[in-house]
């Protein structure tokens, strides 16, 4: 399955199901930001001693959450880019066959860096980012199929993801806005 071609329908604060009327649009920006500042307030709770400690299961320390996440939001903005520009994002067609290799080649390369120092390149990114956002038209975000609901809905729920994994594994849970 390509990348973003998977499902994302959660209800959330501010569907329009709450009667709020809510656009997908507004939602889509919210949630996008809300899920990113709630992993890094998870990232923020891990204790230092356990940053860098690797499940036993395999899956990855919270320094290599952080260097998996930084990695992806780079591709994610230029995804953005290229959909702002008029072109279909090539991030959409990634092979999954790749994703794994590419998934350790970016902890590998990104991880080395403390956990800290993570977590303020993905605050300076999505910043950067959120300006490319703000550009998407509305009417491109409420469609549904399209490439820039597609990944906003994605990068929203990866994020999601990896901060439920640090909650279950670390006992920590960043406090609900």
Avoid: C
Avoid at 36 to 50: F, I, K, M, W, Y
């Amino acid at each position: 399955m390509p990348f973003g071609r998977r499902p994302v329908g959660r209800k959330s604060a501010g569907s329009a199901e709450d009667g709020n009327g809510w656009s997908d649009a507004q939602r889509l920006r919210y949630w996008w930001q809300a899920e990113r500042a709630q992993l890094l307030q998870t990232l923020a709770l891990v204790p230092d001693e356990s940053a860098d400690d690797a499940a036993a299961d395999g899956a990855w320390s919270a320094v290599g959450v952080a260097a998996h996440r930084l990695f992806w939001e780079a591709e994610e903005r230029a995804a953005i880019e290229e959909h702002l520009g008029g072109a279909v994002p090539s991030l959409l067609n990634f092979p999954t066959k790749r994703i794994d290799s590419t998934n350790a080649a970016a902890v590998s390369s990104l991880g080395a860096r403390p956990l800290p120092a993570l977590m303020r390149a993905l605050e300076d990114l999505r910043v950067r980012t959120a300006t490319l956002v703000e550009r998407l038209p509305d009417d491109d975000l409420n469609e549904p199929g399209n490439p820039a609901r597609i990944l906003l809905g994605v990068a929203l729920e990866h994020d999601r993801e990896h901060r439920r994994e640090l909650e279950a594994r670390f006992g920590v849970a960043a406090p609900d806005d």
